[in-house]
C-alpha cells in the first residue's frame, strides 16, 4: 500500500509516498518533520457506496492516486486507484496511463480508438449515463491537453488556454461529434506559427474521430483564435450585434471548459459575458428562442415524431430531446448569472434560487439523461453496422419500457417549453 491514514485530533487524511519523497527533499531532518505537516487533510472522501466508476472519475479529475473512503463521518479505509482499476474499470485506468505516457500524436490515436472501446464495454454493463459521460469527459480532456502539448510550442502552452465548447464542454457527449474548440492568447503576446499549430492540433482531433465542426468553430478559424481583449470585443459584437450566428456563438462559449494552459483566461472572458449582459426582457427573449426552435405543431404523440421516406416513424432525439433542455437552461443560467456549464449542475442551481421548482429541474435531470443514453445507445449501434450518426431513433425498435419513458421525458420537455414561453414572453416576438 502506497497511502496510510493519519488521524489528528479530529482530521483524518492521507500520507502517500509522494509525500513522504516530497518531505525528504525538502531539506529538512525528517526527524524534525511531523506526519501532520505533508499529510493531506482536505482531500476528496467516497462515501462506501459510491460506485467505483465515480470514484475513478474523481481520481482522474483531481490526480489523486488514492482518496478516503468514509461512512458516518467515520474513515474506513483507502481506496487506489489500482483497486478500482483491478476491481472493475481497468480499461480506463490503462488508457489514462496510456495517454501521460504518450509522445506522438500516433499514441494518442490509439487511446482514442480505446475510448470508444471502453465506452461500449460500460453501456453493456449498465452503467448510469451520468457516470460514463463524467470519465469519457475526464479522458477526453487528458487527450485533448496532451495532443495540445505535443504539437504547441512552449511558450504558447503558457500564454494561451486552450477550450473547449459545446456538449464537450459541459461534460455530456459520449460518442464522438463535432469538433467545438477555441484557443484564448494571452494579451500582448503573439506567435507567428500559430496557424500551423492550430492546423496541426485539429487534424489531429480528426485522426482520433472527431471529425472538423461544419460551423467552423475550432482553433483553425481566425474568430475563435484570438487575445483576451480581442475576443471581448468580440463577445460584446455577438452579445449586442444584429449577426443572428452572434447568440448561438455567445450560447457555444457559455459552455466553455478549459483543457490546457492558462485557466484564468477563460475564467475573465466568461466573467466579461456575466458582466455585460443588461437585465432586457428583449435581450434574454432573443437568446433563449432558440431553445424553441424545433417545437411540434399540432397533434399529440404524433407530432413528436417524423415519418421518414420509408414509412418508419422517428424521433430526433437532439431536436425535440436534449437541445431544448441544454438551451432552455443555458438561457435561464445566464439570465441568473450561474456560472455552472454541466446542464444538471445549472438544474440543481437554477431550483436552489427558486427559479425552476424542484420537481421541474428533477423530471428534466431524468429527462435530459434519458435522450442521453438514447443516443448512445443509437448511436453505438449505427456504429457497429458501419452507418453514419444520426440523432434518430425508430420507435417501431423501442421496447414498451422505453416507449413510456420517451412519452414522459417528452412531456417534462413540453412543460417545460411551455414554462420558456412563459418567462421570457416568446410568444410576443
Request: charged share 25%; glycine share 4%.
Given at each position: 500500500m502506497e497511502c496510510a491514514l493519519v488521524r489528528d485530533e479530529d482530521r483524518t487524511g492521507l500520507f502517500c509516498t509522494s509525500d513522504l519523497r516530497d518531505a525528504l527533499l525538502s531539506g529538512k531532518s525528517p526527524g524534525t518533520?511531523?506526519?501532520?505537516?505533508?499529510?493531506?487533510?482536505?482531500?476528496?472522501?467516497?462515501?462506501?457506496?459510491?460506485l467505483l466508476i465515480e470514484a475513478l472519475r474523481l481520481m482522474v479529475r483531481d490526480r489523486r492516486s488514492a482518496l478516503t473512503v468514509v461512512a458516518g463521518g467515520r474513515a474506513l479505509g483507502i481506496l487506489s486507484?489500482?483497486?478500482?482499476?483491478?476491481?472493475?474499470?481497468?480499461?480506463a485506468h490503462r488508457l489514462m496511463l496510456q495517454i501521460a505516457q504518450a509522445g506522438s500524436i500516433d499514441d494518442l490515436q490509439a487511446v482514442a480508438g480505446g475510448i470508444d472501446a471502453m465506452?461500449?464495454?460500460?453501456?453493456?454493463?449498465?452503467?448510469?449515463?451520468?457516470?460514463i459521460a463524467g470519465l469519457v469527459?475526464?479522458?477526453?480532456?487528458?487527450?485533448?491537453?496532451?495532443?495540445?502539448?505535443?504539437?504547441?510550442?512552449?511558450?504558447v502552452q503558457r500564454d494561451s488556454c486552450l477550450i473547449i465548447m459545446g456538449s464537450e464542454g459541459r461534460g455530456e457527449q459520449i460518442v464522438k461529434s463535432d469538433q467545438d474548440n477555441a484557443l484564448l492568447l494571452r494579451d500582448g503576446h503573439g506567435f507567428e506559427s500559430l496557424e500551423s499549430v492550430a492546423q496541426r492540433f485539429n487534424a489531429a482531433l480528426t485522426r482520433f474521430g472527431y471529425p472538423p465542426c461544419p460551423g467552423d468553430l475550432?482553433?483553425?478559424?481566425?474568430?475563435?483564435?484570438?487575445?483576451?481583449?480581442?475576443?471581448?470585443?468580440?463577445?460584446?459584437?455577438?452579445?449586442?450585434?444584429?449577426d443572428p450566428e452572434g447568440v448561438m456563438n455567445?450560447?457555444?462559449?457559455?459552455?466553455?471548459?478549459?483543457?490546457s494552459g492558462d485557466p484564468g483566461l477563460l475564467q475573465q472572458a466568461q466573467r466579461f459575458v456575466h458582466d455585460s449582459v443588461?437585465?432586457?426582457?428583449?435581450?434574454?427573449?432573443?437568446?433563449?428562442?432558440?431553445?424553441?426552435?424545433?417545437?411540434?405543431?399540432?397533434?399529440?404523440?404524433?407530432?413528436?415524431?417524423?415519418?421518414?421516406?420509408?414509412?418508419?416513424?422517428?424521433?430526433?432525439?437532439?431536436?425535440?430531446?436534449?437541445?431544448?433542455?441544454?438551451?432552455?437552461?443555458?438561457?435561464?443560467?445566464?439570465?441568473?448569472?450561474?456560472?455552472?456549464?454541466?446542464?444538471?449542475?445549472?438544474?440543481?442551481?437554477?431550483?436552489?434560487?427558486?427559479?425552476?421548482?424542484?420537481?421541474?429541474?428533477?423530471?428534466?435531470?431524468?429527462?435530459?439523461?434519458?435522450?442521453?443514453?438514447?443516443?448512445?445507445?443509437?448511436?453505438?449501434?449505427?456504429?457497429?453496422?458501419g452507418l453514419p450518426?444520426?440523432?434518430?431513433?425508430?420507435?417501431?425498435?423501442?421496447?414498451?419500457?422505453?416507449?413510456?419513458?420517451?412519452?414522459?421525458?417528452?412531456?417534462?420537455?413540453?412543460?417545460?417549453?411551455?414554462?420558456?414561453?412563459?418567462?421570457?414572453k416568446l410568444d410576443a416576438l
Open positions: 518533520i511531523a506526519v501532520r505537516e505533508v499529510a493531506v487533510f482536505d482531500g476528496v472522501t467516497l462515501h462506501q457506496e459510491t486507484r489500482a483497486d478500482v482499476a483491478c476491481a472493475v474499470v481497468d480499461p465506452v461500449t464495454l460500460l453501456h453493456k454493463e449498465g452503467s448510469r449515463i451520468e457516470r469527459g475526464e479522458l477526453n480532456s487528458r487527450l485533448f491537453d496532451r495532443a495540445w502539448t505535443i504539437v504547441a510550442p512552449t511558450e475550432m482553433l483553425t478559424n481566425v474568430l475563435w483564435r484570438q487575445s483576451l481583449a480581442d475576443f471581448k470585443q468580440t463577445l460584446r459584437r455577438w452579445l449586442f450585434g444584429a455567445v450560447a457555444m462559449f457559455l459552455d466553455a471548459r478549459a483543457v443588461v437585465d432586457s426582457d428583449a435581450f434574454f427573449a432573443r437568446f433563449a428562442r432558440a431553445a424553441v426552435q424545433f417545437e411540434p405543431e399540432v397533434g399529440w404523440w404524433t407530432r413528436l415524431i417524423g415519418r421518414r421516406e420509408d414509412g418508419q416513424r422517428t424521433i430526433d432525439l437532439k431536436k425535440l430531446g436534449t437541445f431544448p433542455i441544454v438551451h432552455g437552461v443555458r438561457a435561464l443560467a445566464l439570465q441568473h448569472r450561474i456560472v455552472a456549464v454541466n446542464t444538471a449542475d445549472r438544474l440543481l442551481a437554477l431550483a436552489e434560487r427558486g427559479v425552476l421548482s424542484a420537481t421541474m429541474s428533477r423530471d428534466l435531470v431524468d429527462a435530459l439523461r434519458f435522450m442521453m443514453s438514447m443516443r448512445m445507445q443509437v448511436n453505438l449501434h449505427q456504429r457497429t453496422l450518426f444520426d440523432n434518430r431513433v425508430q420507435l417501431s425498435e423501442l421496447s414498451a419500457l422505453e416507449r413510456s419513458m420517451l412519452k414522459g421525458s417528452l412531456a417534462a420537455i413540453g412543460t417545460f417549453r411551455q414554462y420558456l414561453h412563459r418567462h421570457f
